[in-house]
């Protein structure tokens, strides 16, 4: 049975649960687990369009079976169906045993005792694939691992553990017959499983021993009394109905208001964070691609230098000159640029600024005035006489046959104006 080929087999990523209440204990081992996982199939990846390849394992005119990578066959030696177009080219001519292929078409059905079945797509058909949803991500919702989450998670968390739960007991136990043969020890008592006056749909039956006679007569007190009870108890097995062993019974729980109880049912009914509401893990999340060039980092200078810093200029350290015997005369030249042994900085210990502007102040104006043989107007540049023209001549060839000649104008005479020449054009 199974996959013989050296192709290994899908790991699924099993995960512990984070508290063991019994809200969690039904989001991973529900009755109704195989229910939920059909209607989430229908309901989201049928007739999904898929693009995969394969190994053929054999092929005929109707269709080709595939052995995929990783396997997931627990029955047969193949994984997948391909069940052909019959208007496109015969198989045979298409797939070759032991050859890997690819193929487009739409999910079918998923295989839980035969493999999982997939509809070739028509040549004609414009649907494109979804290229995100490998084969990896429909073993991790509808593999065989996946069709069997309650069984193993039962098997290596639940089996045994004790958990409190809250209901109604709807019968009272039965009896004890002292003719049985062989005698009866223990017995089994339907408890109705309420969160937040809401009836869980899971069925649990409470298993007590008749030696226990305490727990016997609270048990039927919790009946007749019709109250809401939080018993304790361990989980024993899971096949038409939870079994459990009743530890102990807690004292009456008291009703709640309708408005109380629908907030009450949410936060007792509503499975923990890291389970999915419908009970079927997410897809595992595709690590995002990566930049094959990062962008470049900011420039470096080695060594690192600080910008240089210019000291600050106060008003002592303006250029005033530095002989306060210096007067320009008002003949000189006009004043140009004076070398710095005559303009310098002024040592703010030696003069102050007042006394400085003291003797800059009483340079006379004149001294700044230009010298009276520099003009103060421009020349006038001399004008040379333009020739005139010569008199212009009339051409009579510049006319044609379409200007009209004013008739005031006389063409024969030498000297005469030329006339206003219009045109038709």
Known sequence: MGNQSSIPRYQYPYQAPTDYSWASYVSQCSLRHSKQLQETFNAGYKNKVVSWM??????????????????????????????????????????FPNQPSSFVGKLM?????????VQELPAESRELPDPHFTYEDF??????????????????YWKEREVDITGR???????????????????????????????????????LLYAQTQLVAQVVHAHKTDRLVTIRAKLMSRMM????????????????????????HISASAPPAHIDPVRIPPPPQRPQPQPQHPPPAAPVYYPPQAPPQMPPINDTQLYYPQDSSFVPSPSQSYPQYQSPALYGHTNPQEDSG?????????????AYLPPDDIPHTLPTPQSSAVPSAP??????????????????????????????????M
């Open 169 to 207: 007991f709807t019968q009272t136990p039965p009896e004890r017959d002292p003719n049985a043969n062989p005698p009866r020890t223990e017995c089994t008592v339907p408890f109705l499983v309420v969160s937040g006056n809401v009836k869980d749909v899971e069925s649990v039956s409470v298993r």
């Open 354 to 366: 007042h006394s400085t502007y003291q003797q800059f102040s009483q340079i006379p104006a004149s």
């Open 139 to 156: 073993l991790f919702l509808f593999g065989s691992a996946a069709q069997d989450l309650p069984s193993y998670y039962f098997e290596h």
């Open 54 to 95: 394969g190994y053929v394992v054999s092929v005929t005119d109707t269709h080709v079976k595939f052995c995929m990578n990783p396997a997931d066959c627990r029955f047969t030696n193949n994984d997948l169906t391909l069940k052909l177009d019959k208007h496109k080219q015969a198989g045979k001519l298409r797939f």
């Open 391 to 424: 008199p212009e001549q009339f051409d009579q060839s510049i006319y044609s046959e379409f200007d009209r000649i004013d008739p005031s104008t006389d063409l024969k005479s030498e000297g005469g104006s030329t006339g206003v020449r219009e045109s038709f």
């Open 241 to 264: 109905v939870h079994t459990v062993s009743l530890i102990s019974v807690g004292s009456p729980t008291h009703e709640t208001s309708p408005q109380s109880a629908r907030s009450s």
């Open 109 to 117: 059905t998923y295989g839980s005792l035969k493999n999982h079945q």
